[in-house]
């Protein structure tokens, strides 16, 4: 974790690694291609600004999609800006196993489904929900990035 000036969350270290898919497409944006996201934590132990320091907490990866357009590209300068800060993930009680100690998205939506279901494409409302979640974050809008 960098030093910095602006309040950071409690995300664990970790790296996010970025990758262009042009051959593959998500639910509802055909022919643009994909950009995916790939976040990868290691586990340890926790520090003072996570919600039981001392507790220990095992490692994790997310792969995340986002449409490779316009509106794609400027949510992904967001979501890079956001990572930067430790907004990303925190270490909490995880929603769908309901195990404590573990890394569980914070409070930023990613679709984790190229194709349907409800973390996947198609959804109308995405880019205007995350960009939603990014302002309620103090997140820059991407002209400003």
Not at 2 to 22: A, D, F, L, V
Not at 100 to 129: E, M, R
Request: hydrophobic fraction near 30%.
């Amino acid at each position: 974790r960098k030093p910095m000036t602006e309040p950071q969350g409690r995300c664990p270290s970790g790296s996010m690694t970025i990758k262009g898919c042009p051959n593959r497409s998500c639910g509802g944006h055909a022919g643009c291609g994909v950009i995916e996201i790939q976040y990868v934590m290691g586990g340890g132990t926790q520090k003072s600004y996570h919600t039981n320091p001392g507790k220990p907490f095992g490692s994790t990866s997310r792969t995340a999609y986002i449409p490779d357009n316009e509106d794609g590209r400027k949510l992904l300068k967001r979501l890079k800006y956001a990572w930067l800060r430790g907004l990303t993930f925190e270490v909490g009680t995880s929603l769908t196993t309901g195990r404590d100690n573990t890394i569980v998205w914070a409070s930023i939506h990613h679709k984790t489904v190229l194709h349907g279901g409800a973390h996947g494409f198609p959804d109308a409302g995405y880019f205007f929900n995350c960009n939603d979640e990014l302002d309620a974050l103090n997140v820059p809008k991407a002209d400003q990035l």
